[in-house]
C-alpha cells in the first residue's frame, strides 16, 4: 500500500493538503475575512492566519504577492533540535500523521527550504535504523515499552516501512 499524493481522489492527500500553513497577507483582501474566523468583512495587510495548504500553495504560487508563508511548527526550530538529540523519541504522528510528506510539500514553497529539507533527511535516516530494527524483530524486543512509544508516533510512511518490512521478516522465517 502507497500513499499516492498526486491523485484526486486520494483520501490521504485530501488529509496532507489540509494541514494548516502560517501565513502573512501581505495585501489587503476584501471580501474574504471569514478565513480568520472573525466577524471582519476584510483581511487587512500583515494578518496572520494558519491556511490550509491547498489554500496558501495557490495563493503563494500565484503570481501576485498575495502572502508568505512560515514553517509549520511541526517543522520547527524545536522540534528539529529534538530530533537531533533523540530522534527515536520524537512522535512524529503526533506533529502530523504525514510529516515527511507534508515536510517536502511544504518546503518547495519556502525561501528557506534547505534547512528544512535537510532536517527531514535526518530524521529519515536517524529513525530509519529503527523502523527496520522494529520490523525484523516485532515482538521479541527486550524493551516493550520503547517498541509501543514508537509505533505509536510513526508517521504513515514510517508505518508503511515497518509493515513492509515485518512482511518481509515474516516471509524469510518461513523459508
Not at 524486543?141 to 508505518?159: H, P, R, Y
Amino acid at each position: 500500500m502507497t500513499i499516492d499524493f498526486d491523485s484526486y481522489y486520494s483520501i490521504d492527500s485530501i488529509i496532507a493538503d489540509n494541514q494548516k500553513v502560517p501565513s502573512e497577507f501581505l495585501t489587503n483582501v476584501p471580501g474574504q475575512g471569514w478565513l480568520q474566523g472573525g466577524l471582519e468583512n476584510d483581511i487587512k495587510e500583515g494578518a496572520k492566519i494558519d491556511l490550509p495548504y491547498w489554500l496558501s500553495s495557490t495563493l503563494a504560487l500565484s503570481e501576485y504577492d498575495f502572502l508568505n508563508l512560515s514553517i509549520p511548527p511541526a517543522f520547527s526550530t524545536r522540534v528539529t533540535n529534538a530530533l537531533i538529540a533523540s530522534p527515536s523519541f520524537v512522535k512524529l504522528a503526533n506533529l502530523n500523521h504525514f510529516w515527511y510528506s507534508f515536510g517536502i510539500r511544504i518546503s518547495d514553497l519556502l525561501e528557506d527550504n534547505l534547512k528544512l529539507q535537510q532536517s527531514l533527511r535526518l530524521a529519515f535516516t536517524n529513525r530509519l535504523i529503527d523502523i527496520f530494527d522494529l520490523g525484523q524483530y516485532e515482538g521479541s524486543v527486550d524493551d516493550k515499552g520503547f517498541e509501543t512509544d514508537f509505533k505509536a508516533g510513526m508517521d504513515e510512511l514510517e508505518k508503511q516501512l515497518f509493515h513492509i518490512c515485518a512482511a518481509s521478516a515474516a516471509q524469510h522465517k518461513r523459508l
